[in-house]
């Protein structure tokens, strides 16, 4: 009596919705080349009579200087290697774990300049201090009209890590995605969380962040039955780091290991 295998029927994996690539802004096309995105609302506006005629100074120290901020372009790659007899198409198992930590991967990047790019990103920007016992009316207050303050009434986004996200509802400080100023919120797996007791929040200027599609490679290794994928894309990420500002809530420690 002769057996054969069943074929398994795989599950599709489900993308996380919401997070940075929802709620960014599209790059231009050519951004595979970088993105260049100009210093708008860095210079105090200057309120004249209207009989002057000049009101900017020349040289490096003049608060109105045009400054532009460059971003490269960079890889995510994800891979999945199963034995020849799972039954698995492989590649799409590939692209799938891809589309899965795609946000992630943008969002950490942002966050952080992992790769070292040397382009901007949260880390260079200005700490408002740390407001104490879960007070996060206060924090978002502090961080929205500093945010108003160094733009100059430019446009500000609000960023959180997912730690962040029940406490703002809580306190009703986040509502359809939006602060009480209609600042966009991105909150995103990929920000990190500073501690077990500290949560941080940030506001930047706008974000443009791109994806290209998932190319794959695969190669089946006979002699241990191994067959392995790689999926591969470009991506792009950039903001206006004219507003680069962020604040540190204390918050009750986390019960569990790993949810810092």
């Excluded at 997070?19 to 050519?30: C, H, M």
């Excluded at 045009?66 to 890889?75: I, L, M, N």
């Excluded at 919120?185 to 500290?198: N, R």
């Amino acid at each position: 009596m002769s057996q054969t295998l069943m074929e398994g029927a795989e599950v599709e994996v489900a993308v996380r919705k919401g997070g940075l690539l929802d709620a960014a802004l599209p790059a231009p096309q050519g951004w595979a080349q970088g993105l260049s995105i100009p210093f708008y609302g860095c210079g105090e506006p200057v309120l004249q009579d209207r009989c002057v005629t000049a009101n900017d100074e020349d040289g490096a120290d003049s608060p109105h200087r045009t400054s532009v901020a460059e971003f490269s372009a960079f890889g995510i790659s994800q891979g999945a290697t199963c034995s020849t007899l799972s039954r698995i198409d492989q590649k799409r198992h590939a692209e799938a774990r891809l589309d899965s930590t795609t946000e992630w991967a943008v969002a950490r990047q942002l966050a952080t300049d992992g790769l070292g790019l040397d382009t901007p990103s949260f880390e260079d920007g200005i700490s408002l201090g740390t407001v104490a016992d879960g007070d996060f009316v206060l924090a978002v207050a502090t961080l929205e009209q500093a945010a108003a303050d160094n733009g100059f009434g430019a446009q500000w986004w609000l960023h959180a890590p997912v730690k962040a996200a029940a406490f703002l509802a809580k306190d009703h400080q986040i509502k359809d995605g939006m602060s009480a100023t209609g600042a966009p919120w991105v909150v995103s797996p990929g920000y990190p969380v500073e501690g077990p007791t500290t949560v941080r929040l940030w506001a930047t200027g706008p974000v443009w962040a791109s994806v290209g599609d998932a190319f794959v490679l695969n190669d089946v290794d006979w002699t241990v039955n191994t067959d392995t994928a790689f999926a591969n894309r470009e991506a792009i990420v950039a903001f206006d780091p004219c507003i680069n500002l962020y604040i540190d809530v204390t918050v009750p420690a986390s019960p569990i290991v790993g949810s810092a």
